[in-house]
């Protein structure tokens, strides 16, 4: 009876061990986390413009009704890799092993965006992206903009094709002023309104009659 005790708890343990283990590594990549529940991952910094994400979201949508229920990773940066940065550069070598920690019950086709190019897993042919460059030039809103053309080409890929999502164009994205320009604005104003104050104080002065003063008999 203890022998068999001992064999249950340490059976148990091992289990826990496991589960505990898998959490672990799945916490270690954010990626795999967000599209357990969700359909795109996107990269924390720079943060995409709400047009773009919303943009991803709607041609996702349109994907799986035309047959495709695609999972996006977008990947900016060795930092929205958690604890396996060494993938950032390796989109399909990255998409390998995100596919591993998403896929439990069913094998989710798979698209990873980076920098460096694109990465599929059971998503169709890599050759539908041959003709498709990743935007660098703007940022996490050029990586989201290849992403959904990629999307799109996918879809092609399968014998159907979905209506691209309205998006700001790459001029528009992120082209408002910088942050530190809109604090200094104000500041330079007041500045403005202080010297002419200034100004207007001494030209009143100058324009004032002296006053004589008589002696006192």
Known sequence: MRAAACCSLALALSVALAAVASSALADA?????????QDAFFPYQPAVSHGLENGMNAVLRSAKKAGLPLKVAVIGSREDLGAIPDFFGHPQSYAEFLDKEISYNNRPP????????????????????????????????????????????????????????????????????????????????????????????????????????????
């Open 110 to 217: 798979l698209l990873v965006v980076m920098p460096a190019g694109f990465g599929v897993v059971a998503a169709g042919p890599t050759g539908a992206l041959a003709a498709i460059s990743v935007d660098t030039r703007h940022g996490s809103d050029g990586l989201v903009r290849s992403g959904i053309e990629a999307v799109l080409a996918l879809v092609r890929a399968r014998g159907s094709a979905v209506p691209a999502p309205t998006t700001p164009s790459s001029s528009a994205a992120g082209g408002g002023p910088p942050v530190a320009l809109l604090f200094a604005i104000p500041v330079v104003l007041l500045v403005l309104l202080g010297v002419v104050g200034l100004l207007r104080g001494r030209r009143r002065r100058r324009g004032r009659p002296q006053r004589t003063r008589g002696r006192r008999r």
């Open 29 to 37: 990549d954010p990626a795999s986390d967000v599209l357990l529940a």
